[in-house]
């Protein structure tokens, strides 16, 4: 089977998203509940009442949540830079 070459813009989408991924749940962790609240009133209320919903499960759920965040973004990054040494 042959490999797909990945895009030009692969590895940047991908390392955009990673660095996202593990600052915001780096920002969640450290800060905690004031950083998971904030901006909350300016989003659709479907949302709102969908992140609220999740916000009111238990603790180890909630941390659970934030470390498999930062866990999916530092996969993404290794993945990138995998990509980055395969192009060069």
Known sequence: ???IK???????????????LMLDASLAIIVGER????????????YRNFIL??????????????LTEFMVGSGLF????????REK
Request: net charge positive; no cysteine.
């Open 35 to 46: 950083y998971r609240y904030w901006g909350l009133e300016n989003m659709p209320v479907w």
């Open 1 to 3: 089977m042959k490999m």
């Open 53 to 66: 919903n999740i916000y009111e499960s238990p603790r180890p759920v909630l941390w659970l949540l934030m």
């Open 78 to 85: 290794l993945m990138v830079r995998k990509l980055i040494k």
């Open 6 to 20: 990945p895009g030009k813009y692969t590895w940047p989408v991908l390392f955009g998203l990673s660095i996202f």
